[in-house]
């Protein structure tokens, strides 16, 4: 049952604990420093100044404020800016970080989304480690705790990348049931060192990150899954934590943390935009809904038809999720946009800003009818060499087969 795998995994954990960690590693805890950053700004001290004036930039040859502007584009919220700046200045690769559960298949606000974005942050020069969280997924009970299947899902979605465009030049993939074993003394005594620090209540108010709420009933394992993404946000001597903005509270915490442990360098926050579902009043595409996302593999035909019932009333921007793509996927990607229609209808038009397609909209100059066919056009674009990918490649093709038999569960 799901209790007695999450009693066995908790079992593990308390093995761990108990073996005897050397003085240092508790010492550790209380040096308060940032590694990733204190050990950038030492060495870079004793270079020469170009390498860490306000205007030099990574190998790619960015200034810092060029840098700067790449990454703060990519956050729908940046915490604190002052800090990406002074981080940029002493730091050339920046180590990034995004962990993800591996739950069922990707939606293209996982799938075309996250790739812009990873690609934004490694041409600002960082490292960009996904952390695949598999323990993670086990225990908020997706695929029903069954790790054979989470890890099969984990392999799907780094297919899913490499095929959708993502530069893998600066990308890590690291499980997080291989990485954790590595150095079990080093995460779990941060883990525990979290948990002291802040209260019950605290911890509950993360629940959003598992796609839960603080009023729902948690089990103890899901008590558990902040403190140890926490964890992992110092485990990986993250500089930056660049997740989605249901994951803020979670960053906030690491945050706080550093104060309660003396830490003098915190995580950067960048936190993306969640795009929306395509139904009326859907706040994020979700994978348990089929209804409300485009998924990375789905047909031409299953696009179309999606977008074409998609809520997009006539004039209306608040909440639209048609607008929203255009936004955030189309001219995020292209920095422009061409709809075609009738003569009848205006003609084609070429938009070079979203703010002037929105203008048509809101004015009745475009209409959603001639808007959403081409949306479509363009997601299948984006979409098409994934479905190559799936269909060519023998592997992939069986991987796939496997992972769409799965159940989703909440």
């Not at 799936?390 to 592997?395: A, D, G």
Request: proline share 4%.
């Amino acid at each position: 049952s799901a209790f007695k795998r999450t009693s066995s995994f908790l079992s593990c954990i308390l093995q761990k604990m108990s073996d005897p960690a050397p003085t240092e590693q508790v010492d550790k805890l209380s040096i308060g420093e940032s590694p990733s950053v204190a050990d950038s700004s030492s060495s870079s001290s004793s270079s020469s100044s170009s390498s860490s004036s306000s205007s030099s930039g990574s190998g790619s040859g960015l200034s810092v404020e060029e840098r700067f502007a790449l990454i703060r584009s990519v956050g729908e919220e940046c915490i604190q800016e002052d800090e990406l700046r002074r981080l940029l200045a002493v730091k050339a690769s920046p180590i990034c970080y995004d962990g993800f559960e591996p739950s069922g298949r990707m939606h293209i606000a996982q799938g075309i989304l996250r790739t812009i974005n990873v690609n934004k942050m490694t041409k600002a020069g960082c490292k960009f480690v996904f952390w695949v969280a598999d323990w993670f997924a086990m225990l908020n009970n997706k695929m029903g705790g069954d790790l054979k299947r989470i890890r099969n899902i984990g392999m799907y979605m780094t297919e899913v990348w490499k095929a959708c465009g993502m530069d893998m030049t600066n990308v890590e993939f690291r499980w997080a049931s291989d990485e954790i074993n590595k150095n079990p003394n080093d995460y779990w005594l941060r883990v525990m060192d979290i948990a002291r620090k802040f209260n019950v209540p605290r911890v509950k108010r993360c629940a959003q990150i598992m796609g839960r709420n603080d009023e729902e009933e948690l089990s103890a394992a899901q008590i558990l899954y902040p403190c140890m993404q926490c964890a992992d946000i110092f485990y990986l001597k993250a500089d930056i934590c660049q997740l989605g903005m249901d994951q803020r509270k979670v960053n906030m915490l690491a945050r706080e943390y550093c104060d309660e442990a003396k830490i003098k360098f915190k995580p950067v926050i960048v936190s993306h935009h969640m795009l929306m579902g395509l139904g009326e009043g859907q706040e994020k595409m979700s994978k348990s809904d089929p209804n409300s996302a485009i998924f990375m593999e789905d047909s031409e035909a299953d696009v179309n038809v999606k977008i074409k019932k998609a809520y997009c009333p006539p004039g209306v921007i608040e909440k639209n999720p048609i607008l929203d793509y255009v936004k955030n996927i189309i001219f995020n990607k292209f920095g422009e946009f061409t709809v075609s229609r009738s003569e009848a209808n205006g003609g084609d038009k070429l938009y070079l800003t979203y703010q002037e397609l929105e203008a048509d909209f809101v004015s009745g100059a475009l209409h959603p009818g001639d808007l959403k066919p081409a949306v479509a056009r363009t997601l299948n674009q984006l979409i098409q060499p994934v479905r190559d990918h799936f269909t060519n490649n023998k592997e992939a093709a069986a991987l796939l087969k496997i992972i769409r038999a799965y159940s989703v569960t909440r």
